[in-house]
């Protein structure tokens, strides 16, 4: 292997590493502090779940995980759920980007709402899941009131999207 | 299209799986306090200056509503200065009772350290509040939370400053209660977001009706007795079903809790009398 395969393989991601930490730090911090007040639709829209997808669509998938890593440990530090179940579910829907892109056409916006909503609910699915499988019950109501959650991201990815691709370009 | 590094996925997936584990059956919170600790300085900071500019946000946006604000101060100027006369009547009555309430606060049944809220949980599917108190302020995990209205929740997590208060609605909390009239007793549950606060477990030969006030039972010793946690709005009753339950409206507005009591102190219900078996 090359010197030079070897920084595109890892400079990356330390790179995405040291832009993710403080950006989730302060995403967390509005997440808990400014979001529950500018509620959507009755919704709260998850700052941290929506910056990851957008990393995760404009540069990669590989730096999209240590971003869905990163965001989960921030997220957990600010809620009752056990530390380090935000990043698994976030490691799912963002591995879901990365297997549906190759699946979609390519189309940049209808791509993007549609990744996110489908990132967003497998997100949901697998938190869920490991709710009940650590022993934390998530009644049925509860359930059914998250879905509309993918379709709010779907549309508010949009703007994120853009938001991320300006700063990146 | 690039390739998914595997190896990186199974290596972070596993470090948040051990940390989920280790959250669970040991406690990972005093390795992640060097955290926690400067975070909820920073939300505490943040909530203060987003209270304001909300403050400053909600004021008239105009003048014309500012006058309409006049006007319709005016007219309640006048509603107030009527039944200020009929409370001056009511003082007297007042006074001996103020008389009887000093009296019973030398000796308090509860102790209460006031909070802020500074935060909520960033989960979309729990229920719980950040405050401003911490365990350096005395507070511990399990003290129950209340606010002028009625019962909040029970702390659940604790940093030097701040502590997490899992809210009665949320999915995992169940509280100890019983109806004021009636006196049936049963479990308060939490439907999580979207999901109704649920009275469960209430004997079917007890006839509830809707309306009737839920309050804690104290049984358990987890919570104070007489707290109040809210109203019954519908009665849920089957005869093919053991027990009846109830949809109860809680009391308290928790999307605009600002600030809220922990009780640190209080006289649990004595249930000593079970330890012993029946004869001894």
Redesign the interface.
Known sequence: MSHSLLITHHYP?RTSLYVAVPLM?VL???????M??LRVLGM?P?L?LLATIAWSLLR???EG??W??VA??A??????????????AL?GGV?AI??L??AFPRSRFFLTAVLAALATLIY?LL??L??LL?????????A???PP?ALLHGLLILPVYWLLSRIVE | MARIRWATFALLAGVALLLAILDSVGNVDAAFAFLRNPLAAVLDWTAARTDALAAALAGPRDLQAARQQIEQLQTQIDALERENEELREIQGDYQQLLDLFNRAREEPAFRRLTASVIGRDTSPVFRSIIIDRGSEDGVLVGMPVESARGLVGQVYRTTAHAAQVLLITDNISSVPARLGTSRATGIVRGGGLGGSLVMEWISLESQIAPGEVVLTSGLGGKFPQDLVIGRVAEVERQEAELFQQAVVQPAVEFESLEVVFVITDFRAVDTTIFDQPPGE
């Open positions: 991601v730090m967390s911090i509005a997440q808990a502090v400014v529950p007040r709260t998850q941290l990669g998938i590989n995980m240590v869905a890593f989960g440990l997220m957990d530090l600010f809620s009752a759920a056990p530390l380090g179940i935000t990043s698994l490691l591995l990365g297997l892109q190759r949901l938190y869920i490991l709710l650590f022993g934390y019950p998530v009644s049925g109501p509860a059914a009131s998250l959650l």
